[in-house]
């Protein structure tokens, strides 16, 4: 069993920047990648960044690479997703994730086994 725990959500102008984090927990922890997707309204959610415990290794949708950052404290067990030149678009419920699986199926909502509650994010034009 894994537990996540969101927070840093909340409002900010576009342009504007966020750090989210997760903390996580659970006996099987390191077998998992840690990702976050997002949801918004009206729309499915999508991958959004993922990241490895063990060496970092990291991978991040088309849309928010060069502006999204992922990384991990593993003494604290807590993932971050910086997130910086936000835009009204990037408006969503931004949900942690643990992953199971390689890299390259990382974006399927099908690799997730443990969701966090979600925090909202939202980008005022």
């Not at 959610?45 to 849309?63: C, K, L, P, Q, Y």
């Not at 949900?95 to 699986?101: N, Q, T």
Request: glycine letters at 10%; proline letters at 2%; a positive charge.
């Amino acid at each position: 069993q894994v537990q996540l725990v969101e927070s840093g959500g909340g409002l900010v102008q576009a342009g504007g920047s966020l750090r989210l984090s997760c903390a996580a927990s659970g006996r099987t922890l390191r077998s998992y990648a840690m990702g976050w997707f997002r949801q918004a309204p009206g729309k499915e959610r999508e991958f959004v960044a993922a990241i490895t415990w063990s060496v970092g290794n990291t991978r991040s949708a088309d849309s928010v690479k060069g502006r999204f950052t992922i990384s991990r404290d593993n003494a604290k067990n807590t993932v971050y997703l910086q997130m910086n030149s936000l835009k009204p678009e990037d408006t969503a419920v931004y949900y942690c994730a643990a992953l199971r699986g390689l890299p390259n199926f990382w974006h399927r909502l099908t690799s997730v086994d443990y969701w966090g509650q979600g925090t909202q994010v939202t980008v005022s034009s």
